[in-house]
T-cell receptor, first 116, second 113 residues
Framework: GAGVSQSPRYKVAKRGQDVALRCDPI?????LFWYQQALGQGPEFLTY????????KSGLPSDRFFAERPEGSVSTLKIQRTQQEDSAVYLC??????????????FGDGTRLSIL | AQSVSQHNHHVILSEAASLELGCNYS??????LFWYVQYPGQHLQLLLK??????LVKGIKGFEAEFIKSKFSFNLRKPSVQWSDTAEYFC???????????FGRGTSLIVHP
């Protein structure tokens, strides 16, 4: 498909388990973003990649959150020792390049994570 | 730090009514402004954007937004809504030179046929 693909769409995990969320951006898109969207809120920035380089991880809420994009395409967001407050929709977005802030971002459908 | 306020959290309208959704931001410098829409069961998609020039911008599906610098506002409007406009609407702001958007909490619009 031509859009951003995220998997799984839904993930249920027990508190304390580790989870991995996958994002497959639009082909050729250099920039990739991860967001966390809590219920009733707008997306909040987590981290940003330009190709394989993680240029900004200032939004990651704790050291339990880790993201990678080793070959500059697919990205994985990993959450270790999940807590109930990690329950949210995790959105991935990609764009051609974001140096100027003028490139619109293309969003995936998100992964809805529920921690029991 | 920049912030975005969307004062209307839930809006219910009948078809053909006019729509205006408020968006105010706090950032003193140059800004890039966006409205995104999320239809039920779909992903966020860009509705319209403002970078510079004419402060009245037109987007898809008959939507428009006006940037009023003195009021730090970027309100979204549509003269006559349709049932298919039922969706969640998000305003987003990027401070000049930033590549990280700050989103408002969103406005849920329900249009009754």
């Amino acid at each position: 498909g031509a859009g951003v693909s995220q998997s799984p769409r839904y993930k249920v995990a027990k508190r304390g388990q580790d989870v991995a969320l996958r994002c497959d951006p639009i082909s050729g898109h250099v920039s990739l973003f991860w967001y966390q969207q809590a219920l009733g809120q707008g997306p909040e920035f987590l981290t940003y990649f330009q190709n394989e380089a993680q240029l900004d991880k200032s939004g990651l809420p704790s050291d339990r959150f880790f993201a990678e994009r080793p070959e500059g395409s697919v990205s994985t967001l990993k959450i270790q020792r999940t807590q109930q407050e990690d329950s949210a929709v995790y959105l991935c977005a990609s764009s051609l390049i974001s140096g100027t802030g003028r490139q619109p971002q293309h969003f995936g459908d998100g992964t809805r994570l529920s921690i029991l | 730090a920049q912030s975005v306020s969307q004062h209307n959290h839930h809006v219910i309208l009948s078809e053909a009514a006019s729509l205006e959704l408020g968006c105010n931001y706090s950032y003193g410098g140059t800004v890039n402004l966006f409205w995104y829409v999320q239809y039920p069961g779909q992903h966020l998609q860009l509705l319209l954007k403002y970078f510079s020039g004419d402060p009245l911008v037109k987007g898809i599906k008959g939507f428009e937004a006006e940037f009023i610098k003195s009021k730090f506002s970027f309100n979204l409007r549509k003269p006559s809504v349709q049932w298919s406009d039922t969706a969640e609407y998000f305003c987003a702001v990027m401070g000049g030179g930033s590549y990280i958007p700050t989103f408002g909490r969103g406005t849920s619009l329900i249009v009754h046929p």
